[in-house]
């Protein structure tokens, strides 16, 4: 009787764990998919904006690394781009 006590409480804490760690992974992804939905929006709107006021120092090519930067840093990525962008350095 004990065995089989210990077992579902191992169980029952197993599947507690398993659904935390579930929760855990989908609020992580819900966040890092805001950010680069943010992000981009950010890239597209800078690169109109720089277009529509003449600003050609502030244009940042779509490319494949600068697309993977402001996937992964989202808004911060945009800003580094930005910032290499003024420096001189075209990702």
Known sequence: ???ETGIFIG???LGIGAIMLAVIIYNF???LL???VVG???LLLINFLADLIG???LKIA?????VAVTAV???AGVGLLILLNLVGIHV
């Open 29 to 31: 992804t819900r966040q």
């Open 55 to 57: 600003l050609p120092a």
């Open 40 to 42: 981009f929006a950010a």
């Open 62 to 66: 779509i490319s494949f690394a600068s």
């Open 34 to 36: 805001v950010n680069t």
């Open 73 to 75: 840093l989202g808004l």
């Open 11 to 13: 169980l029952f804490l």
């Open 1 to 3: 009787m004990a065995l």
